[in-house]
């Protein structure tokens, strides 16, 4: 396991008040759990939640250490927030795993004939969207990150199984 893997925790969306809070879109299984692993990561930039509070779904005002008025949280805006996985919770099974987990495995059909790659995953509100590279065209292409779509996950060999909805050609 690699150790230096980063996983997003969220993305801070916005400035919230005066003093220097950010709104942050969390991508934990909890809200709350964002604050759990220590200082955040932005490349060389590191981040650490003084406080916090949990308004609805997925979204929390958090204040960061030494980030203290509204112009500092501005500069903050869009910023995806990340920990390395090593301080992350093991997964308990085999149909667990992180999003990150998916970039660059190998995308294959029903017959085993191998289709592309993972590019990137997406959530854009209504749910995750894998980002496929299809290797015949060279394109990519985007599906909802489904168990219809996507039957199976072999996290271990490094494989997703697609079965091709109808409007894609």
Known sequence: MDMDRLVCLGIITSPHGIKGAVKIK????????IFSYG???NGDESYKIDSMSI?????????????NSRNEAEL???????AT?????EL???????HNDLIDMEVKLENNESYGYVKSVHNFG???ILEILVTSTKKNIMLSFTQEIFPHINVKKR????????FVD
Do not use: C, H, M
């Open 92 to 98: 308990d099974n085999e149909n667990e795993f992180y």
């Open 55 to 67: 308004i609805g779904g997925n979204l929390v005002i958090a204040t960061f250490n030494g980030i």
């Open 26 to 33: 969390t991508f934990t299984e909890k809200p709350e759990n």
């Open 159 to 166: 494989y997703i199984v697609l079965s091709i909805p109808e």
């Open 85 to 89: 996985q090593d301080k992350l919770p």
């Open 39 to 41: 200082e955040l990561i």
């Open 126 to 128: 209504s749910g995750d």
């Open 76 to 82: 903050l805006r869009n910023k995806k927030l990340y």
